[in-house]
Nanobody, 120 residues
Framework: QVQLVESGGGLVQAGDSLRLSCRTS????????MGWFRQAPGKEREIVAG????????FYADSVKGRFTISRDNAENLVYLQMNSLKPEDTAVYYC?????????????WGQGTQVTVSS
């Protein structure tokens, strides 16, 4: 069982930055691709970014390219989402997720989510 715990959300103004963190179960982290998803009120959950097991390969949704950066620290069992130039439309609950193997496909494990609110 993979356990994921997100942190780092909050209320910020447009243009500000936030860094989300996700801590995972130590004995499984290095075997899993990781992803960040978000869900805004009244909208479907969408993928924001994904990162491969090694960290070499990444994926970003078009809406966040150039503003968000996903990274991972396999030694510390952490995955990060650095969010810069935040916009009101980035407001959502952000979820960390894990998937064995590639980050392409359905994710198996999910955190509880952390709220990000961007005011204009």
């Amino acid at each position: 069982q993979v356990q994921l715990v997100e942190s780092g959300g909050g209320l910020v103004q447009a243009g500000d930055s936030l860094r989300l963190s996700c801590r995972t179960s130590p004995h499984t982290f290095s075997a899993y691709a990781m992803g960040w998803f978000r869900q805004a009120p009244g909208k479907e959950r969408e993928i924001v970014a994904g990162i491969s097991v090694s960290g070499v390969s990444t994926f970003y949704a078009d809406s966040v390219k150039g503003r968000f950066t996903i990274s991972r620290d396999n030694a510390e069992n952490l995955v990060y989402l650095q969010m810069n130039s935040l916009k009101p439309e980035d407001t959502a609950v952000y979820y960390c997720a894990a998937r064995r193997g590639s980050y392409v496909g359905n994710f198996s494990y999910w955190g509880q989510g952390t709220q990000v609110t961007v005011s204009s």
